[in-house]
T-cell receptor, first 109, second 120 residues
């Protein structure tokens, strides 16, 4: 099956700093989603982005499907951005998402 | 986005008892839902695919007789952990793919808030 690798595994930032999280996947996908898991375990949908670029406030994401990677950009980080960021992919319409191991982000004041 | 709920949000039970977890899609119908399990500081691992009106499809290594899945309607799937043991303690999360429209993207999946199971 599809393999998903995320980097870095852990990241510590000073408040206000920018960061880039990377997701590599091993095969063609027709679904790629980025999530933020909050301290209570809820997965918050950030982006649905099997290809192209999207922006939502301080967050943006780019997926280069032909090269099998996606990037999540966080600008002007805030302490509330702390948590685990997951990339997940699926190779067809109604198949389950396969998750990477996540990037654990800590933003310190 | 779409709303997926789970009940209960947490449960503590004695070893040997059975626990039922409900997953509901509140504002859309879902012919397929997915069940995941997450251990502390680990990623989500798919347990099974729940199909409305038919048998669930289990991932390799997941005991179908231990984790009973019933997708009784287009808005409800249940996961029953039978004869639970301490090693079944985990965070269980369900998801569903929402149809397009209402600001949602077709094919996007949404997750419930999870159920934390502790077996004593």
């Amino acid at each position: 099956g599809i393999q998903v690798e995320q980097s870095p595994p852990d990241l510590i930032l000073q408040e206000g700093a920018n960061s880039t999280l990377r997701c590599n996947f091993s095969d063609s996908v027709n679904n790629l989603q980025w999530f933020h898991q909050n301290p209570w375990g809820q997965l918050i949908n950030l982006f649905y982005i099997p290809s192209g670029t999207k922006q939502n406030g301080r967050l943006s994401a780019t997926t280069v499907a032909t090269e099998r990677y996606s990037l999540l950009y966080i600008s002007s980080s805030q302490t509330t951005d702390s948590g685990v960021y997951f990339c997940a992919v699926a190779d067809s319409g109604n198949t389950p998402l396969v998750f990477g191991k996540g990037t654990r982000l800590s933003v310190i004041a | 986005g779409a709303v997926v709920s789970q009940h209960p949000s947490w449960v503590i039970c004695k070893s040997g008892t059975s626990v039922k977890i409900e997953c509901r899609s509140l504002d859309f119908q879902a012919t397929t839902m997915f069940w995941y399990r997450q251990f502390p500081k680990q990623s989500l691992m798919l347990m099974a695919t729940s199909n409305e009106g038919s048998k669930a499809t289990y991932e390799q290594g997941v005991e179908k007789d231990k984790f009973l899945i019933n997708h009784a309607s287009l808005t409800l799937s249940t996961l029953t952990v039978t004869s639970a043991h301490p090693e079944d303690s985990s965070f269980y999360i369900c998801s569903a793919r929402a149809p397009g429209g209402r600001g949602r993207t077709y094919n996007e999946q949404f997750f419930g808030p999870g159920t934390r199971l502790t077996v004593l």
